[in-house]
């Protein structure tokens, strides 16, 4: 994915409903993976407008002008995030909600919050 694009994600509705196979739409490069510890909080930057969009949420960058529109799962994981749960509390919550493995859930939450740091929109919360 060259420069600052879209990214889409395909909508999974209902509770323990199957986690996607492929995880999530995108990958991230070796240089762009962020150590992701148990105990890590995150919140939007200051730049980032997020609204709800009915099936899941859209994330507006407004200095870099880049949109994410998250499905439901992406946008669950999110507002658990903005809640103030740290990582691990999210990924214990996720499994209650959804038919997965602890590590794939672990990995595909862990691929989300990297590239959205990555992109500006999360940001780390000491």
């Known amino acids: ?9 395909r909508p999974i509705e ?15 490069s070796k240089s762009e993976r962020l150590v992701t510890e148990d105990s890590a909080k ?3 930057a200051p730049e980032v407008l997020h609204r709800d969009s009915g099936n899941g949420s859209i994330l507006h960058h407004a200095v870099l002008e880049s949109y994410f529109e998250l499905d439901e799962v992406g946008s669950r994981v999110v507002d ?5 749960l740290t990582f691990a509390e ?3 919550k996720l499994l ?7 590590a794939v859930l672990r990995a595909d939450v862990a691929e989300l919050v990297e ?4 992109k500006s929109i999360l940001v780390p919360n000491s």
């Not at 209902?14 to 991230?28: D, I, M, T």
């Not at 658990?80 to 103030?84: A, K, M, S, T, V």
Request: charged share 15%.
């Open 90 to 92: 999210v990924v214990t």
């Open 42 to 44: 995150f919140d939007t």
């Open 1 to 9: 994915m060259a420069g600052l694009t879209s990214t889409y994600y």
């Open 115 to 118: 590239k959205l740091v990555s």
């Open 96 to 102: 209650l909600e959804f038919d997965v493995s602890s």
């Open 80 to 84: 658990l995030l903005l809640e103030g």
């Open 14 to 28: 209902g509770c323990r409903a199957a986690w996607p196979s492929s995880g999530f739409r995108y990958q991230v």
